[in-house]
């Protein structure tokens, strides 16, 4: 069993950055691929960023890549979105996930976060 929460959001003027947090519980918090996805009004939630368990292997959304970095320090079982040049579009909440597989975290994670909210104004 795997528990997230999230920190870091808030409101950010557009080409602003923001930077958060997800601090895992457990013991096997860096056996697990790690990701982020977002979910703005009205829209589905999408993908944004996944490390494996080392976070030597990264991916990103199209949307962000570029902007968003994501990392991870498994001495302190926390993953990180590094978010850079934040666009007004980039508004949502912001899950954290982990899954015990980085090949498929993009698809259904098994855990989730509680999710924190990212705003950008323009």
């Known amino acids: 069993q795997v528990q997230l929460v999230e920190s870091g959001g808030g409101l950010v003027q557009a080409g602003g950055s923001l930077r958060l947090s997800c601090l895992a519980s457990g013991r096997t918090f860096s056996t697990y691929a790690m990701g982020w996805f977002r979910q703005a009004p009205g829209k589905e939630r999408e993908f944004v960023a996944t490390?494996?368990?080392?976070?030597?292997?990264?991916y990103y959304a199209d949307s962000v890549k570029g902007r968003f970095t994501i990392s991870r320090d498994n001495a302190k079982n926390t993953v990180y979105l590094q978010m850079n040049s934040l666009k007004p579009e980039d508004t949502a909440v912001y899950y954290c996930?982990?899954?015990?597989?980085?090949?498929?975290?993009?698809?259904?994670?098994?855990?989730w976060g509680q999710g924190t909210q990212v705003t950008v104004s323009s």
């Open positions: 490390a494996n368990w080392s976070g030597g292997s990264t």
């Open positions: 996930a982990a899954d015990p597989l980085y090949l498929s975290i993009r698809g259904h994670p098994d855990y």
